[in-house]
């Protein structure tokens, strides 16, 4: 989290401002409305040439929407995959870049360290992004 340089209450707009110039490329966050209802996948992370997109499944919840995006943004933080070595050669997922595929396929572990790594920093994420709330808002001033 020091890294970061944010502090200790930043805003989810200020995290992704510091992960593009982090990762020298844009960042772009969709809902796909398929996502999640078979499979109980909630986000993936797929890395372009360009750019990062993090899809993530529908949730009436922000909260919830909230933590599924930054468990993605915490790989990317924490270079989960960028020391892989992929294979470039699948003629089963031909669309799917080598490393998504290697990512989707690691993603069935979820006890795994990566996966408890991500979820801790995600936690940590979401409480600054928390906090950074409260400090703009006059709540501690009022009920603290």
Not at 62 to 79: D, K, N, S
Not at 120 to 126: F, P, T
Request: proline share 3%.
């Amino acid at each position: 989290m020091e890294d970061l340089a944010l502090g200790s209450a930043f805003t989810f707009d200020d995290l992704v401002s510091v992960l593009q110039e982090r990762r020298r490329r844009t960042l772009r966050v969709v809902e796909l409305a398929d996502l999640g209802e078979q499979d109980g996948i909630c986000a993936l992370w797929f890395v372009k040439e360009s750019e990062d997109i993090v899809i993530h499944a529908p949730t009436e919840s922000l909260l919830h929407r909230q933590q599924f995006v930054l468990h993605e943004f915490a790989h990317m933080l924490l270079g989960h995959g960028d020391d892989e070595d992929f294979s470039n050669d699948d003629s089963l997922l031909p669309d799917i870049p080598p490393h998504t595929r290697r990512r989707l396929l690691a993603r069935k572990d979820l006890d795994s360290e990566s996966e408890i790594a991500a979820e801790s920093l995600a936690d940590h994420l979401a409480a600054a992004i928390r906090g950074s709330a409260f400090a703009e808002s006059r709540y501690l001033e009022i009920f603290g």
